[in-house]
């Protein structure tokens, strides 16, 4: 019985934490290879592409200030010389890298 008891808290526990922890981790996942080379792993836009792009830090006032529209909309239109993922990621992925990235903070 106790044994059992024991066993199903350890799977809930294990539910618990491995659902949020798995749609971060996509996220997580499409960020590194497709966005760290310029906005850096940490979003402080701090590699050699970043810097010489003039990538803002992500966790800057300017785009605190953007709405998670916008961050939707730059990520799958591009600005400047950032370049434009439609197509290359889903709708649903860029939803996760917006959030993603107001989590790097
Ligand atoms: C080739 C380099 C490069 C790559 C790769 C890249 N970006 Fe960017 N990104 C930029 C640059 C440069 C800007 C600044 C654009 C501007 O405002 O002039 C930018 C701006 C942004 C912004 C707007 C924030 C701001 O500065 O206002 C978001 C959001 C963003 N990128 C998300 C992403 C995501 C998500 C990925 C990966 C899917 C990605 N970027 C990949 C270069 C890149």
Do not use: W
């Not at 996220?27 to 010489?52: E, F, N």
């Amino acid at each position: 019985m106790t044994q059992r008891l024991r066993m199903a808290s350890v799977i809930l526990l294990a539910a618990t934490i491995a659902a949020p922890a798995l749609a971060q981790g996509d996220a997580a996942a499409v960020y590194k290879s497709k966005c760290a080379m310029c906005h850096g792993a940490d979003g402080k836009g701090d590699t050699p592409v970043g810097k010489k792009m003039g990538v803002r830090d992500f966790h800057s006032p300017d785009v605190a200030k953007e709405s998670d529209q916008q961050l939707f909309d730059i990520t799958q239109n591009g600005k400047a010389k950032m370049p434009g993922y439609k197509g290359k990621v889903t709708d649903d992925e860029i939803k996760g890298l917006v959030k993603y990235i107001r989590s790097l903070k």
